[in-house]
């Protein structure tokens, strides 16, 4: 059975940062591309960044120089450090893990709120 956990949301001043974390079990972690999205309240889910199985990373428009996104396939986990948090980044994060056959899973979702 597929588990993602993210950790590592919170409350935050805008210019801050934060590194969320989703770890994965019962994957073959390095096998999977893995992406974070968020979804603010009345907006649609939205792409944030991905990391594919080989290691290329991909970012949104807004969070590309600020965001950041890593794997460590030995903890079968998968990071977004963000940096210079703005208010518009509020929202919460879902960890997205998408196998070779298109299969895929997700995390229950992490809450990040940037305000002063």
């Known amino acids: 059975q597929v588990q993602l956990v993210e950790s590592g949301g919170g409350l935050v001043q805008p210019g801050g940062s934060l590194r969320l974390s989703c770890k994965a079990s019962?994957?073959?972690?390095?096998?999977?591309?893995m992406t974070w999205f968020r979804q603010a309240p009345g907006q649609q889910r939205e792409l944030v960044a991905v990391?594919?199985?080989?290691?290329?990373?991909v970012y949104t428009d807004s969070v590309k120089g600020r965001f950041t996104i890593s794997r460590d396939n030995a903890k079968s986990t998968v990071y977004l450090q963000m940096n210079s948090l703005k208010p518009d980044d509020t929202a919460v994060y879902y960890c997205?893990?998408?196998?070779?056959?298109?299969?895929?899973?997700w995390g229950q979702g992490t809450q990040v709120t940037v305000s002063s």
């Open positions: 019962g994957i073959i972690f390095s096998l999977y591309a």
């Open positions: 990391i594919t199985s080989g290691g290329r990373k």
């Open positions: 997205n893990a998408a196998s070779p056959d298109g299969h895929a899973d």
